[in-house]
């Protein structure tokens, strides 16, 4: 069932385009991310749908009720919505049950509504602390607390772990990924970050400028991303110029398939390829040659950058292997690829010029 539908939402600041005909839909339970470069408009899609802001264009409807359009508006406080802001943002001066109560009625505040929340977010027994004695994911758990005390119809997050180190944001995310799911709630989180956005949602929003430029579940987006832009920015590319035809390109790493949805023939294409894609081996018996430039090891997996003997038409390449990588800057490599690539049509000088005026606008 859809749960949230925006249709051609628009929001404009003086000169800033926040919002441009924004269209989205979220099924109920799901979480979606989105995701995008500081001041693309994540913020201001939070806050419309919050109730916040309030958007020159465009409808938005929750569970089949319009939010807002033309001629509707619901108030903020009317919208059953859940708001953790950026950093969670406490009241100071409350403890931290009485945080959690802070939105619910009188009723409720006499049921187990709170104790229930505390228990959910993994705090029991410390509702009596001040939120200056809790660490910085605690305060974040209180915070969602807060938000889904109500039984929020959706949950909106925005940020919600940049203020932590990377332990601490790592075992935060799941933990809330699992209480959301848990109670079935549906949620939107904002996010500049990648790897949170692809491993914390069912589905991810990309965007730029005030657009969004793609929706699709997370495989989808990582490898088949609907621009240059976007494969850039949700990972690692490496990227080669050949012509396509007949639904393939000729490189020297043989010939490649190039991807459904791509163009099947363009005289000038740009090719990408993701670190996943190629294969490094003995030099011996591979189509393309080269050699180690450096390593770079992150635990789970490590990132090798080489440098083809043969002009490739592209940058260094650059390569993920599970564990520790088996070469050293220096060694000499085989480089294959395997499965199927993506190829962009790559822009007229006119059409370079039209993108740059409709940004300047
Ligand atoms: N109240 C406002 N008045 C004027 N301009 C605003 C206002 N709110 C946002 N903007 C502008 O709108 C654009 C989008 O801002 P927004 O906060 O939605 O971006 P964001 O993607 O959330 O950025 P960040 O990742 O840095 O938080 C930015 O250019 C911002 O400066």
Known sequence: MTKLQLSNVSKRFQAVQALKDVSLELDAGQMLAVLGPSGCGKTTLLRSIAGFEFPDAGAISVDGKVFMNRRTWVRPEKRRV???PQNGVLFPHLTVAKNIAFGLSRAERKSSRVSDMLALVGMDGLGERMPHELSGGQQQRVALARALAPAPSLVLLDEPFSALDAGLRAALREEVRTTLKAIGATAIMVTHDQEEALSMADRVAVMRHGCCVQVADPVSLYKYPADLGVARFV???????????????????????????????????TIMLRPEQFVVGKPQGQPVSGRVLKTIYHGHDALIYLRADAPLGTEDIRVRVMGAPAFAPGDRVGIAVSG???????PSPEDERAGRQERAA
């Open 340 to 346: 199927d690539v993506m190829a962009y049509p790559q």
């Open 82 to 84: 859940g708001y953790v």
């Open 235 to 269: 990972g690692e590319a490496t990227l080669l110029q050949a012509p396509v035809a007949n639904g393939c390109i000729d490189t020297l790493f043989g010939r490649l398939k190039v991807a459904s949805g791509c163009p099947e023939n363009c005289r000038r294409a």
